[in-house]
């Protein structure tokens, strides 16, 4: 007794101690084992995925002392065995479906206790097939149709995954909630609407079975052969091959090709006028087009029609190559001249011409102010700042303004002076003198010109004698006047002498019987002066001797006329001899035409014929 109270504390902590111990034991192997954790066995696999009627194998051990260990299973059991710690469950040919193998064991210390295998069984289908839902033939665009596809017998659909493709484009996929483990027929459908570019679009669907991590890698899968669809749509025309406006230029031709896409492939017309249709892609049109064609493409699906307006446009294009060719030509103009500009410009910057201090001037040699008529001046060009290497060419050029209207200059000489002797046309011409190089070929004669030098020409008077005869002759009672012009630069004053005291300052002087047998005018201005003297011959009236002598010369005629007459009236044959004999009167006209270039005597006829 005395032991058990000594060892009693030591018993308590011992028990204490291997309660805890078991405890953590218990809770490490519940942790480790899961639902094994009370049942001292060890699955090799934990879990099997088999191929229907394929082979299996799983083992199943214990570390702990039994009473026996075994395999339950409706194919590959094995019975009850006391001597082996492992023990395999073993399937040449796997034909059950719904299999659960359960190993089992009778540990020495304890009550059975098994462990259940997960097995799945699987099978990939017989085959996968697609098809399309009460229809054959091409389909129509746009309209709905459905696609079917089969998988036959497979299991467990509650792996598999039916997957749908057009091309290499998934659809669609559907899996199946899981129901049986035995093969079944599964048929999915897939609703379609295609349009035009489905046509020829191959579809296919695929059954695949996702067996996890311990099922097959990569995936069983079954793919149905492709299904090969023909879309039928309507005509499109190409609205970028044929506009709804085209324009034509007159005189141009212009072919309108209407190109359709349909299928089944459409038939093409133009349709020109109400009666007039014509089956072709192309339609040639001319000015004599109608404004309104239309295309229309057919197929059995159905028909388009496009209207195209034909616009007949003028053609501006030779107007627009004119106006081009002239732009060109003004663009070719302008660069020309630029660079003519330019090249003169460079050229001349050459030449020491046209240096800053290049200087030219025009004066005359020892003269200043007007010039006088018949006098010889000279005129010098006076150039400064020129390289005296190079050779320069003077040129003299005269602008006569009365002489010529236009203003063309006229070259006048080369020579470096210039001997001028003016006329009186030279009053208010100008001179003037251009340096240049000696020109180089053909090029532009660079040069520097002078101012111009406008010259007044001075002359002495110069009285116009026509108007003025030496001789004048004065008929008594008949006064006379005497007009003196006269022309000078500058301007003349005129003078007329009468004798030796006796001045008038007027143009004109009137002559009677009385004024001296001398007279003189007398032009004068700053150059000279100019006389034209006038002999004044008094002249008696003569005018009542020819009156009379013109009466006896009519009484004579009248006297021969009436002669003539009479003898008429016997003979009969005189009338041309009377026609002659009015000559003389008309050479007496004559006479006194020829007297016209002295107006003094004429106007003294006619101012006797009002006297008589
Ligand atoms: C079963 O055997 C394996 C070795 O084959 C061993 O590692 C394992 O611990 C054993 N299981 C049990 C519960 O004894
Ligand atoms: C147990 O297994 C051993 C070895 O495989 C075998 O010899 C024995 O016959 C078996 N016992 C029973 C009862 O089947
Ligand atoms: C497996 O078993 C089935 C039916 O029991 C049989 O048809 C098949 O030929 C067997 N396969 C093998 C490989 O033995
Ligand atoms: C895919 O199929 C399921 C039925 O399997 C359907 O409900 C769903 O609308 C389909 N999705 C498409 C995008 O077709
Ligand atoms: C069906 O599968 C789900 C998981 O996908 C699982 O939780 C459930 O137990 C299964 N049912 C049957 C009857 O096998
Ligand atoms: C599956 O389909 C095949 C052929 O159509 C048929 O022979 C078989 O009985 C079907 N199986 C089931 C489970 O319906
Ligand atoms: C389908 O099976 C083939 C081999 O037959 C494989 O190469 C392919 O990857 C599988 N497809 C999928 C989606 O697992
Ligand atoms: C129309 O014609 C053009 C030019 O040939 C082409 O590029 C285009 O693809 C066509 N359009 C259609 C819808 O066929
Ligand atoms: C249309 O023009 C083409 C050449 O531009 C010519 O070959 C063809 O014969 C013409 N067709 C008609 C119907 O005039
Ligand atoms: C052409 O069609 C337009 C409308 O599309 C119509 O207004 C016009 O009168 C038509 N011209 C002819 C000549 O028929």
Redesign the pocket.
Known sequence: MQKWSFSLPTSFRDLYMRLTLLGFCFLYSSLVTGAQAECPLQLNPQRVVVRYGDSVEVNCNTSVPHKGMGWEADEGRVSKNQSQNLITWRVSNLTEWDIKPICFINPNDRRQCQVELPVTVYKTPDSVFISTVNHRGPMMEGQQYELQCDVHNVAPVEYLTVKWYKGQTLLNQTTFPNTSKTPENKTVTLLIRPDRADDGAEYWCEAELDLGADGPQPHPNISSDPLSIAVYYKPKINETKLPSVVRVFRGY?E?LVCEADGNPKPTISWSVSSNDN?N?E???ITESTPENVSCTANNIVGSTTKQVKVSIQENYIPIIVAIIVAVVVVIFVIFIFLYLTYYKKTRIGHYDLKRPNAHISISFVNHKGELIVGTQYELQCIIRNVDPSKSVVVRWYKLSQTSSPDTNKTLVSSASNLQISPSKTDDGAQYWCEAGLEAVGTQPYPTLSSERLNITVHYKPIINELKLPSTVPVFRGYPEVLVCEAEGNPKPTILWSLGANEIKKSETLIITESTPENVSCIANNSVDSTTRHVKVVLKEDYLPLIAGLIAVIVAFISVIFIFIYSIYYKTAKMGHYSLKDAKPSAQNGNVAQNGKHNPIPMKKLSQSSILA
Request: charged share 15%; glycine share 0%.
């Open positions: 031709a072919v014509k072709s192309t339609l040639n």
